[in-house]
């Protein structure tokens, strides 16, 4: 029997994030959804002071609306020299939500003159998984550096300007594989395999 899992997201990327990680550990027996899959509900605000309590709002959320075992993440970049801004408000630093490019211009504005050597940065992913009796939050970081231009088309959001530690290339010049074998998500992800599998397994 199959064990339907919502993902809180519309973001197909993050969606087949989350099954490329499955599929690497063997885990069977989950079918991952998202939010276009299910029937439509309404989505608290983004509130929270930190990544954490975003993720477990919208997992609680997904959970109580659908009855599905959810996962949903909080994901941003920390900046060193920004005292760890964007951090939370990292999809909507520059005013509008989502505008990855003008969020781009914005951050490298703001590091203008910054440099090299103070041009430190993290992504962090918080993941929640909620389901019957179950409340997991975890946390994955990925530390690395603010490039000077944007490069690569991969990924989304910061990638074409972060450039992970011990790295000379962008995370959007990175492949899937190499992304996942990293990245912040990815490391949170991972932490949520166990209960996966358990809940795959009743």
């Known amino acids: 029997m199959t064990r339907r899992v919502l993902v809180a997201s519309r973001n197909a990327k993050k969606l087949n994030e989350l099954r490329r990680i499955l599929d690497e550990a063997n885990v069977t027996g989950i ?9 439509e509900y309404p989505e608290a605000p983004e509130t929270g002071a930190t990544f954490e ?28 020299a920004l005292n760890g801004m964007p951090g939370v408000l990292s999809a909507r630093w ?11 211009i914005l951050l490298l504005a703001q590091l203008g003159d910054v440099p090299d050597d ?26 690395g550096t603010i490039n ?3 490069v690569g088309d991969g990924g989304f959001g910061y990638d074409p300007l972060f450039v992970p530690a011990g790295g000379t290339v962008t995370s959007a010049e990175l492949t899937p ?4 074998a990293a990245s912040h998500r990815g490391r949170a992800l991972r932490q949520l395999l166990p209960t996966l599998a358990a809940l795959a397994d009743n």
Do not use: M, Y
């Open 94 to 104: 520059s005013g509008k939500h989502g505008d990855d490019e003008a969020n781009n």
């Open 31 to 39: 079918e991952i959804v998202g939010l276009n899959d299910v029937p």
């Open 148 to 150: 000077r231009n944007p």
């Open 53 to 80: 309590e975003n993720a477990v709002a919208k997992a609680r959320d997904g959970f109580a609306a659908t009855g599905l075992p959810c996962v949903a993440d909080d994901s941003g970049i920390a900046v060193d």
């Open 118 to 143: 103070r041009r430190g940065a993290q992504f962090v992913s918080a993941c929640a998984l909620v389901a019957d009796g179950v409340e997991e939050i975890v946390r994955g970081e990925w530390p």
């Open 177 to 180: 594989a190499e992304k996942d």
